[in-house]
């Protein structure tokens, strides 16, 4: 259903994709995986036609395949009500009536003009797919927690969340044969990703979905399409993420184990080559230079074979060290995130006694009484809008509570990671963020920010211009510089590559002090969390149990 030959992109002179070929067939679901800025996001607006490719080509079989785009900048018009978007997914019924009236008077005229014609068929198949049953592209609406919005509210007023959501249900109400998902579980709880999983199992057209979420690519993904940060390559595996991953160590355990033979190989061959040169070396007053006439021709015939020979290794070892050459795995410049030591607190880090959390005319939790201690690392887990993010303000002070107390224990330093980092100066560049908040010199923090992959002359480009996966590492970095023991981090993960996602979580795994976290990736909240706080409306309800990956 999709074939793509030998697409190329370059922005400048930087390449971004290179010689990229595959296809896609019905029922295949492939995972698109990849380093932030790597090109997922271009080939996929290749592919939908919102971008044009240098070079190569690529085709949709039959020629009107449906495509449902997801982008991961969900963009929508501007004063796009809810019933607005709905239609325009859907398809404006009386619109397109007119519009293939227009057509067919037009065609009547001039019955030949293929570009009519071509029209004429493109809108008889956009009326027949509107004119389709859309009950399930309506029960996706209930599903995903939209049914109750006023049809005529505004889309810029939704949440992050709730716009994700209604960019879903509008790819499902446009009914496509083939799926385009960029980074589809951004902002989505642990209720709305266990449905989309869900949905796209039991979806029967074929899809590529990129996504840094490790757990939905282990449900969904019958296969993983790789694209390498340094060939600008794509590569596919057979299997689900877990199996690219065993099937990539296997495969850079063998090449490491090819560069170390052929190492030896070359360490050899040089060694045999300075041997054999020395043979053919003949000093002044050797036997080459007697008097013998046929000990000199001797010498001198053996001296040439020898040369020859080493000619010839030294042939071998050039054509090792070029054609037949085997590149040693490498890694590419991954996030390095190291916590500083952190001061031990009070034992008791933090106490929240008969709390209730919200704002005065919209309480969402009431009757908290948790406490955490030193050392523990606690997920906080919940649907959207329940009242996580506002828990943590609270906690850090931002918000009051309602009702009740809470209380930070002795030598408490509170480090606060917001989700969409607002807490940042949109003007201000990454050197002077990082300057005021620490005071060191330039070249410490641009030493610094290298660990965190802001480098070279991004360094002065305003927070607010940077990306989205930029502004989360911004943000990471100005937690670490600061040494907290006590970290609250709201959805720390987002925009985040996997390579960084590790990292992260290795990191966290050194560090000292506490956590508290908003977090729905399953693998992330599975490495670190020692408990859990499942939000139950209206209280939060505390286990030592992690939650399964999958479910």
């Not at 709390?355 to 690392?377: E, K």
């Not at 030493?447 to 927070?463: A, C």
């Not at 966290?508 to 990736?521: E, K, M, P, R």
């Amino acid at each position: 259903m999709l074939s793509v030959h030998h697409l190329h992109k370059s922005f400048g002179i930087e390449k971004i994709l290179d010689d990229i070929t595959f296809s896609i067939n019905p029922g295949e679901r492939w995972g698109l995986i990849g380093p932030n800025g790597c090109g997922k996001s271009t080939l996929l607006r290749i592919l939908a036609g919102a971008e044009l490719a240098d070079e190569g080509s690529f085709e949709f079989s039959p020629p009107s395949l449906r495509v449902g785009y997801l982008s991961q900048g969900l963009q929508f018009q501007l004063g796009e009500t809810l019933e607005d978007y709905l239609a325009r997914m859907e398809g404006d019924l009386p619109a397109l009536e007119l519009q293939l009236l227009d057509i067919a008077a037009r065609l009547a005229v001039e019955p030949a003009n293929p570009a009519l014609l071509d029209s004429y068929d493109r809108t008889l198949e956009e009326l027949m797919r509107a004119s389709i049953d859309t009950g399930q592209g309506r029960s996706a609406l209930a599903a995903l927690g939209l049914s109750d919005l006023p049809l005529l509210l505004p889309i810029s007023s939704l949440s992050g969340g709730q716009k994700t959501r209604l960019a879903l249900a509008g790819v499902i109400l446009s009914n496509p044969q083939l799926l385009l998902l960029d980074e589809p579980t951004n902002h989505l709880d642990l209720e709305m990703l266990s449905w989309l999983e869900d949905w796209i199992l039991s979806y029967r057209g074929g899809a590529i979905v990129a996504s840094h979420d490790r757990a939905f690519l282990d449900q969904i993904a019958t296969g993983i399409l790789e694209i390498d940060p340094i060939t600008h390559r794509l590569r596919s595996y057979s299997g689900n993420y877990t199996t690219y991953l065993e099937l990539k160590a296997v495969e850079q355990e063998h090449q490491l184990q090819q560069y170390s033979d052929q190492q030896d190989e070359i360490s050899r061959l040089r060694e045999s080559a300075a041997h054999i040169r020395g043979l053919a070396k003949f000093r002044k007053g050797g036997k080459a230079d007697s008097g013998d006439k046929f000990a000199k021709g001797f010498f001198a015939n053996r001296g040439l074979g020898t040369v020859r020979r080493a000619k010839s290794i030294e042939a071998r070892i050039n054509k090792l060290l070029t054609t037949d050459h085997v590149d040693k795995p490498g890694r590419s410049w991954q996030m390095k995130i190291e916590f500083s030591n952190s001061t031990q607190s009070a034992r008791h880090v933090l106490a929240i006694e008969d709390a209730d959390i919200g704002y005065p005319d919209n309480c969402l939790l009431t009757g908290l009484n948790l406490h955490i201690r030193f050392g523990d690392r606690i997920a906080l887990i919940g649907p959207n809008g329940s009242g996580k993010t506002s828990l943590l303000k609270t906690i850090t002070g931002q918000l009051e509570p309602l009702h009740g107390s809470i209380r930070l224990g002795s030598s408490v330093r509170l480090g606060y990671m917001s989700q969409e980092q607002e807490d940042l100066d949109p003007k201000m560049n990454s050197l002077d963020i990082m300057d005021k908040l620490t005071g060191w010199n330039q070249a410490e923090v641009r030493s610094f920010l290298s660990k965190f992959l802001i480098m070279g002359d991004d360094v002065f480009i305003p927070m607010g211009n940077l990306s989205y996966g930029e502004r989360s590492r911004l943000s990471l970095a100005c937690l670490v510089a600061q040494g907290y023991n006590f970290l609250l981090l709201d959805e720390p993960l987002n925009h985040l590559d996997i390579p960084s996602r590790v990292r992260f979580e290795e990191a966290l795994a050194g560090f000292g002090g506490t956590v508290l976290t908003v977090a729905h990736d399953r693998y992330f909240i599975e490495s670190y969390a020692t408990k859990i706080w499942e939000i139950d409306p209206p209280g939060i309800r505390e286990t030592n149990l992690i939650i399964p990956l999958g479910t």
